[in-house]
């Protein structure tokens, strides 16, 4: 009976130690499996961010962000629960860094194109501020091709109004500039068309004043002809009047007499006479009178003087 139950003693340890053995031996194998699936993970994860780094081309690099994200760990991989817990911040905070290497180059370019609203104010600068709208407008197509990406499972924050409100804004002060100058344009304009004016003005004035001094010296030079004949010719000494040809300059022919006596017609003393076809005209040479038929009665001493 005592072997009986040694028997059956021995039989239930053995079974015991082959049990606990058995789970110690499945315990072992598990958490083998799961170390090496976690360190498997963790190296694919750090030779992706390294060959992330290593590209220098962007687009490539979103190509290699945009593979890590389709590729995240899954139970669906045949991955135990454990590895993916136990990678999951590893994945997470190498997520992180690819996204921030383009939100860095969208701050930078946002930053490098900001102008501060009292330095804008102040800019008349039109090729920089439209320089900023463009590289604005060229950020604004970038974020919208990659933020499916960068933004996975993360807020894209102002990124999208922040372009936006500082395009808007140089826009506004591009109009603002463009209007002062025109008002400038349109003010020099009118200062030049009235300077032109006034030297038109001045210019006529002057023509003006020209026209009438000439017109003055012609109507000096007429009366002064009026009065002269290159050909003819007062002798004192002879108490003569002469013409190299005779002729007045008129055309009209002229009789010339000299005599101490009066005609019938006059009873004044005269020196000479000449006769023309308006009549007889009489001259005193000792006083200068003269006097024609006709009752008309001059001094041509003082006419001389005059001439």
């Known amino acids: 009976m005592k072997k009986k139950v040694i028997i059956i003693i021995a039989v239930v340890c053995v079974a015991i130690i082959a049990v606990v053995g058995t789970i110690f031996g499945v315990n072992a194998y598990n958490n083998y499996t799961i170390q090496q699936q976690t360190e498997q993970q963790v190296k694919s994860i750090d030779d992706t961010y390294s060959k992330f780094t290593k590209e220098t081309d962007r687009a490539k690099k979103l190509v290699i962000l ?13 991955i135990k629960v454990e590895v993916l817990n136990s990678v999951e911040p590893k994945y997470n905070e190498t997520l992180a860094k690819m996204q921030k290497f383009f939100t860095d180059d969208y701050d930078k370019t946002i930053k490098d194109n900001t102008i501060d609203s009292k330095t804008l104010k ?8 439209q320089s900023c709208i463009d590289n604005l407008e060229a950020l604004k197509k970038t974020i919208d091709s990659e933020k499916s990406n960068v933004f996975y499972k993360k807020d894209i924050g102002n990124y ?24 400038a344009k349109a003010k020099k304009e009118a200062e030049a068309k009235k300077k032109a004016e006034e030297k038109a003005k001045q ?17 000096y030079s007429d009366n002064t002809n009026s009065y002269s004949d290159s050909g003819n010719s007062y002798d004192n000494g002879d108490n003569n009047y002469s013409s190299n040809d005779s002729n007045y300059s008129s055309g009209n022919n002229y009789n010339y007499d000299s005599s101490n006596s009066s005609s019938g017609s006059s009873e004044k003393h005269y020196d000479s006479w000449y006769e023309s076809e308006e009549g007889k005209s009489y001259f005193d040479e000792s006083t200068g009178e003269a006097w024609d038929n006709n009752g008309n009665t001059w001094n041509y001493k003082d006419v001389q003087e005059w001439f």
């Open 160 to 183: 999208d109004k922040k372009p936006d409100e500082l395009i808007s804004s140089y826009n506004d002060r591009i109009t603002a500039i463009e209007k002062a100058e025109a008002e």
């Open 203 to 219: 210019e006529k004035k002057k023509q003006t004043e020209s026209s009438n001094t000439n017109n003055t010296d012609n109507s």
């Open 66 to 78: 945009s593979d890590f994200i389709k590729n995240k760990p899954s139970t669906s991989d045949e």
């Open 122 to 129: 102040k800019t008349n600068d039109k090729k920089k501020l």
